[in-house]
């Protein structure tokens, strides 16, 4: 077999080897969901929405 084929079947396997290891690490030890603040946040402007459309609904809407 010629150096630069088994150089280049060598590479394909080592990146192949290598995404499989950081496949399965992902799956095991990422926390893949939002963090609390985040979480937070998106609670807050839903409730800041909330509560401006029903001023707006009931006419107490500010003005600015």
Known sequence: MMSKTRLA???IIDF???RIIEITCK???ASLGPKPMAIRGRERRRSLEEAEKEGAV???ARKV
């Open 9 to 11: 079947i060598t590479m």
């Open 58 to 60: 009931n006419g107490d």
């Open 16 to 18: 192949l080897g290598c």
């Open 27 to 29: 799956y095991l030890f």
